[in-house]
């Protein structure tokens, strides 16, 4: 009888010590795949190599313009979810977020040197689980960079959405349209302005891309029929009226231009005297400044404008 015991318990530290060693080789096994899939799941992103491309650091003049492509995709069961990038021009940074739910994803930027004499560019792609990749461009501004002249386009009366004049303008044109013109002419329509009788917006300046209550500008001609609305986007500026006037060069709007996505979609509750940047989807920039408003549904707005060629 007590060699039976004596078996039974040894035969129970055997099985004991077999399961301690189960469970220690399954701890490893799972630590090992963890410490791989760690290793390896981090989504790509990498620069477009490829002809017209520019994928490391530059430097180049002020106005040039260089191309860059991203490529990023997931490396784990999840979707990608965020893409940023961050803009350090001279120690002043802006950063612009974008949500997706992509297993791939591409971006593509046409970027024009500006008056900054450094540039960083930090692009991140992240995925729904917090893993991130991210990559850095510098540009640097080339010592001979010189201004560039300027249009100005004095002047420019638009009326509000009950005035019999154009409430639309072109920067290619330098044009005033009225609404059936400008639905005829959508690939041209920069600004819109109206007056905002119910909200808070009062003056404002917009353009097709921007959201609209449909009885603004109602018909057949509505710009919420249109198949093509181009995108202005503003910043408010304090730009004194005599520097606006005597500029004969692009260093005021280089000066105070921003990144297009950071703009608004509308210059609200304008007043005389106010001035803005603009930069538009199609690559027009500048500044403008009200000179004269009348603020009614059939009143005008007067601004001067100045583009940069």
């Not at 530290?13 to 096994?29: D, E, R």
């Not at 004049?165 to 920069?190: C, E, M, P, W, Y």
């Amino acid at each position: 009888m007590q060699l039976d015991k004596l078996y039974n318990i040894n035969s129970l530290i055997i099985m004991k010590s077999q399961f301690n060693y189960f469970l220690l080789a399954l701890v490893l096994l799972i630590t090992a795949s963890c410490n791989k899939n760690e290793e390896h799941d981090n989504p790509t992103l990498s620069f477009k190599q490829t002809d017209g491309y520019t994928y490391q650091d530059i430097t180049v003049k002020m106005g040039e313009t260089i191309k860059i492509g991203l490529e990023a995709s997931t490396q784990s069961d999840v979707n990608l979810s965020a893409f940023s990038y961050t803009i350090n021009v001279d120690g002043l940074e802006l950063k612009v977020d974008s949500g997706i739910n992509v297993n791939n994803f591409t971006w593509e930027r046409t970027i024009e040197k500006g008056a900054g004499e450094l540039e960083s560019w930090i692009f991140e792609i992240a995925d729904k689980d917090g893993r991130s990749s991210s990559l850095t461009l510098v540009i640097t501004k080339d010592a001979s960079s010189t201004y560039a002249p300027i249009s100005k386009i004095n002047n420019v009366v638009l009326g509000a959405q009950d005035n019999v004049n154009g409430s639309f303008f072109s920067f290619g044109d330098s044009s005033v349209f009225t609404l059936g013109n400008a639905f005829n002419n959508q690939d041209k329509i920069h600004l819109v302005y109206y007056f905002d009788e119910v909200g808070s917006d009062m003056n404002t300046l917009a353009s097709p891309g921007a959201s609209f209550d449909e009885d603004v500008f109602a018909g057949q001609y509505s710009i919420a029929g249109w198949g093509t609305k181009l995108t202005t986007r503003y910043a408010a500026k304090s730009i004194d009226e005599a520097e606006f006037t005597i500029a004969t060069n692009d260093s005021l709007i280089l000066a105070n231009t921003f990144e297009f996505a950071s703009g608004k979609r509308k210059a609200k509750e304008l007043e005389v005297g106010d001035t803005y940047a603009f930069v538009t989807e199609d690559n027009y920039k500048g500044l403008f400044i009200v000179k004269a408003l009348d603020s009614q549904s059939a009143g005008t707005i007067a601004i001067d404008i100045m583009l940069a060629h």
